[in-house]
C-alpha cells in the first residue's frame, strides 16, 4: 500500500457552525478521516494538522510553512494530500508548483463546499477521488481533486462560490477525470529528469489593479511605496487607456523604470491577454522590461511573480524567472 501524509489546513471540509451559527473550522483531520473508512482499504495515511485556517485567512506565509512540510516529509510518503478551503485553494495550488519544482510526487489539494457532517456534502466523495488519483499509476504533479476533475495547479481557478461543480481547469485540458468512479487519465506526466527543488522564499508586495474605465492614473504613484510588481488587468485582449500621450502610459513607464515588475493581463476568464493585436496594447507591449500574462491564470500570475521576486530583487532576474512556463502554466 503506498503511504500518504494526509495533511489538514482548515476550511468548509473541517467546518461545524458555530454558536452564532456561522461555520469556522472546528473537525480534526481524523475526525474528517473517520467519515470516510474506505480510505483506509486505499492507503497507509499520517495525519498532520497544519492549521485550522478558512483559508480566507492563508496566504504567503502558510504557503511557505506548507511546502517546508512537505519538504521535511518528502522521501517518507508516495504522495500528499492537502485538505484546503476551496476560497483560496488555487492560489494555494499554483503557489505550490512554483515553490515545489520537478517535483515526483503527486500533491493534491481537496476540500468541499459543504461541510463533511451535511447530508448532501461534497466532502466524502472529494476526498475519496483525492485519495483514488494520488495513490493511481498515473498521479503526477501539483493538482486540485474537486467534483470529479483532477486539474493542474496552475490552472485550476474557483469560478462558482456555491455549487459542486467549484472550479475550472483555465484554457488547459483537465489532467483526468472520474466518470462513475474510475479514474480516466488524459495527461501524461512531463520527462523531467532534474532533482526536485523545493524554494522557501516569496516576495508578497504584488499588487492586482484592475482598470475601470476613466482611472485615474495617480494609483501608480500611490501604490510605489508599498509594491515590488503590479499586474494590470486590462479589457479584452489587453492594453491601456489614452494613447501614447496619455497619463497612464506615463505613470507605467515611471513604474517599470523605478525597478519594479508590471504584468499586462486580461480581466477576461478565457484565452489570455495578447498586446500585439491594437494599439492600445502595443504602447503597452513596446515598454521596457513589461511582461505579459498571456493564458496564464490570476492566481498563477501573482504567485510567480511573489515567487520570482522571492529569488532576486533585480527586475531583469525576476522578469525572466517569471517569463519561463512552469508546469504548463503558459502555453509556449
Ligand atoms: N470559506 C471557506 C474556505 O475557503 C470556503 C470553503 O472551504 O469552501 O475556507
Known sequence: MKKILLIATGGTIACRPSENGALAPALSVKEILECVPELSGLADIDKFQLFDL????IGPS???ALASVIRDNYDG???FVILHGTDTMAYTAAALCYLIQHNKKPIVLTGSQKSIYNRD???RNNLLSAFLYVVSEYAFGIHIVFDGKVILGTRSRKVRSKSFNAFSSIDYPETAVFRDGKLISFLPAPKDDSPVRFYDRLDPAVFVLRLVPGMDAGIFSALMP???AIVIEGFGVGGLPGGPEGQLLSAVQSWLSSGRLAVFSTQ????GSDLSIYEVGRIARDLPGVLEA???TPEAVVTKLMWALGQSSDPRTAGKLFSKPVLHDKLD
Open 54 to 57: 478558512d483559508s480566507t485567512n
Open 62 to 64: 502558510e504557503w511557505t
Open 77 to 79: 510518503y508516495d504522495g
Open 121 to 123: 456534502t461534497d466532502a
Open 226 to 228: 508599498k509594491y515590488h
Open 268 to 271: 477576461v476568464q478565457h484565452e
Open 294 to 296: 498571456r493564458d496564464m
